[in-house]
């Protein structure tokens, strides 16, 4: 996402929620690429093959991650919150949330808008060029969300504590909230912009079957 379209993109998060999604999913180019290892293990290989003939897709947990801030690129801005007299204990708690809001919660599937001639997909993502590389077409843009790249991470305490503690009706206003708390898996470091990344993101609760680093699903369930 360019700069200009995040700008539109957050404006428009103050004014409708649901356009701004409509908006941003309108962005996902009908093309994405996967990049796969293939290793000396020529089973897990295989597997690895078979797995994609099926047409089925790796949703990986923060565990299987390669960024270790991944899924926490916002963190609980304590002074504001102890301006505003809140006690400690309650602290603790919204920056345990904070930090496992999408951590523990959530699976992703990553893809790039990368093709075939990026060498560094090919040595970071495909073994050191021993793997291979799959085009998706994205049939259902509304399940693709693009990473956002920034310089550093941002500390937040309105978002987390209006998510958990503003009972207003306005389904917009409280949808803003949770808008800015879905950034923390849409957003990493400025030195990964090289890969164009654009995610599926489900939540981990919805696939009891999947493992402590993520499991498959088919393609068709993911949009592509």
Same mark, same amino acid.
């Given at each position: 996402?360019?700069? @200009?379209?995040?700008?539109?993109?957050?404006?428009?998060?103050?004014?409708?929620?649901?356009?701004?999604?409509?908006?941003? @999913?309108?962005? +996902?180019?009908?093309?994405?690429?996967?990049?796969? !290892?293939?290793?000396?293990?020529?089973?897990?290989?295989?597997?690895?093959?078979?797995?994609?003939?099926?047409?089925?897709?790796?949703?990986?947990?923060?565990?299987?991650?390669?960024?270790?801030?991944?899924?926490? !690129? =916002?963190?609980?801005?304590?002074?504001?919150?102890?301006?505003?007299?809140? !006690?400690?204990?309650?602290?603790?708690?919204?920056?345990? =949330?904070?930090?496992?809001?999408?951590?523990?919660?959530? +699976?992703?599937?990553?893809?790039?808008?990368?093709?075939?001639?990026?060498?560094?997909?090919?040595?970071?993502?495909?073994?050191?060029?021993?793997?291979?590389?799959?085009?998706?077409? &994205?049939?259902? !843009?509304?399940?693709?969300?693009? &990473?956002?790249?920034?310089?550093?991470?941002?500390?937040?305490?309105?978002? +987390?504590?209006?998510?958990?503690?503003?009972?207003?009706?306005?389904?917009?206003?409280?949808?803003?909230?949770?808008?800015?708390?879905?950034?923390?898996?849409? +957003?990493?470091?400025?030195?990964?912009?090289?890969? @164009?990344?654009?995610?599926?993101?489900?939540?981990?609760?919805?696939?009891?079957?999947?493992?402590?680093?993520?499991?498959?699903?088919?393609?068709? =369930?993911?949009? &592509?």
């Amino acid at each position: 996402m360019k700069e @200009h379209e995040w700008n539109t993109y957050i404006d428009l998060c103050e004014k409708d929620v649901l356009k701004a999604n409509n908006y941003r @999913h309108s962005l +996902v180019p009908n093309i994405l690429y996967k990049y796969y !290892p293939l290793f000396d293990d020529k089973e897990e290989s295989k597997e690895r093959l078979n797995s994609v003939r099926q047409g089925k897709l790796w949703m990986s947990t923060h565990k299987s991650l390669n960024d270790p801030i991944d899924l926490t !690129p =916002f963190y609980l801005d304590e002074e504001k919150l102890r301006k505003r007299n809140y !006690p400690s204990e309650l602290i603790e708690l919204l920056d345990s =949330f904070l930090n496992g809001f999408a951590k523990d919660t959530m +699976v992703i599937c990553s893809f790039t808008t990368n093709s075939l001639d990026s060498m560094l997909m090919w040595a970071h993502y495909a073994n050191n060029h021993k793997g291979f590389c799959v085009a998706y077409e &994205v049939k259902n !843009p509304k399940y693709m969300w693009d &990473v956002h790249y920034q310089k550093r991470r941002l500390g937040i305490s309105g978002a +987390v504590t209006n998510l958990i503690y503003d009972d207003s009706s306005d389904e917009n206003r409280r949808g803003k909230y949770a808008a800015i708390l879905l950034q923390q898996a849409l +957003v990493k470091g400025k030195d990964w912009e090289y890969e @164009h990344e654009y995610r599926i993101i489900q939540y981990k609760d919805n696939f009891p079957e999947f493992n402590e680093y993520g499991g498959l699903v088919n393609a068709t =369930f993911a949009g &592509v």
